[in-house]
């Protein structure tokens, strides 16, 4: 069976920085106007069960950058486990495209997609976790962290929805705990991580050092913060909730001003987006030096070109220029032959 990039918590720290060195290289390259085009004659399907921005665009562009092919399947274009079985439509994929990525509202369309395939299978985001924007979060930290500072001594505050519903948080509270980092997360009650989560977010953090606080409290948890990160307190699928939500939210949980300047002076503030401006964060922070938010969105394409290279290379059937060469020259007498 292929190897999935389905939750960043499957991966030792080793494997991790591994990806994180590749993201930096593929970034220090492009930026030199260098991609290298080591997938050429390779496809990879693109699976939305919800629209997207950053998530087509980056995967998108990466692969054809890379010398590949990307398919996008939008919501409603297929028949993702109502018309046609999820094994069938998976199936069909993996004949002809060489990896599947997908965006599934819920995690079992996910796990059940990653069951059914025969090729790799990279997590889009799901309302659980949005792995790939969690690595990259990491990487636009690393490239912030302040001189001298280790990963293990970096300290990140989560000031949001922490909910099972909080997809950021959750890819946090995963990869955070493998690398060593100090992680607070400040919620109000009502939307805090979840009890079962969190015991298995602490337990990640005895093996290796980390450290992970729970607070309602968001001037606490930003006291000796590298780096805030927020997310929305509404999206896709609760936007019902939105009043309700901000009521608890606002304006106590909001990024703004008053709430960085309890913050270290070097700290840096990211959002995922697409984000609800002057809502849980304020245009003032958001557009300020202290955001890194569009590094971030950057980001997003160094990272997708890592994980693409990192899991279709391997893959990658090379035939010789003979093999080739006699392919090619067949197939060109015999239509030559037949369309006389």
């Not at 493998?178 to 969190?198: F, H, K, N």
């Not at 699928?237 to 703004?256: C, S, T, W």
Request: proline share 5%; net charge negative; with cysteine.
């Amino acid at each position: 069976m292929p190897r999935h990039f389905l939750e960043l918590d499957d991966f030792s720290k080793d494997e991790l920085l591994g990806m994180l060195e590749l993201i930096r290289f593929l970034k220090e390259a492009d930026c030199k106007g260098v991609t290298p085009r080591l997938l050429r004659g390779m496809s990879l399907g693109m699976l939305f069960e919800s629209s997207s921005l950053r998530t087509r665009v980056s995967f998108e562009t990466a692969m054809m950058e890379l010398g590949g092919h990307a398919v996008y399947l939008k919501p409603g274009e297929i028949h993702l486990g109502a018309r046609e079985s999820v094994y069938d439509t998976v199936q069909v994929l993996g004949r002809m495209c060489d990896a599947i990525m997908a965006r599934t509202d819920a995690l079992e369309t996910m796990q059940e997609i990653a069951r059914c395939s025969t090729v790799p299978v990279i997590n889009g985001m799901t309302v659980y976790s949005h792995p790939t924007q969690g690595l990259c979060d990491i990487f636009t930290m690393l490239e912030h962290l302040p001189e001298g500072k280790t990963v293990e001594e970096m300290k990140v505050a989560f000031v949001s929805d922490a909910s099972p519903v909080g997809c950021i948080c959750t890819s946090l509270r995963q990869i955070l705990p493998v690398l060593g980092s100090q992680l607070v997360v400040a919620a109000p009650e009502a939307y805090q991580v979840d009890p079962v989560e969190a015991e298995k977010t602490k337990a990640a953090c005895q093996s290796s050092g980390a450290t992970f606080k729970m607070t309602t409290d968001p001037l606490e948890a930003v006291r000796d913060a590298d780096f805030i990160v927020t997310d929305v307190w509404w999206y896709h699928g609760y936007d019902d909730e939105k009043e309700e939500r901000l009521k608890v939210f606002m304006p106590k949980y909001q990024i703004n001003r008053e709430l960085l300047n309890n913050a270290p002076p070097h700290c840096k503030v990211l959002h995922c987006m697409p984000a609800n401006r002057d809502y849980e964060i304020t245009s003032e922070v958001m557009d300020s030096p202290s955001s890194v938010i569009f590094d971030e969105a950057e980001n997003r394409f160094h990272t997708q070109k890592a994980l693409l290279l990192w899991y279709l290379y391997p893959n990658r059937r090379q035939p010789s220029a003979e093999l080739q060469q006699y392919y090619e020259g067949y197939t060109e007498a015999f239509l030559q032959n037949a369309l006389r």
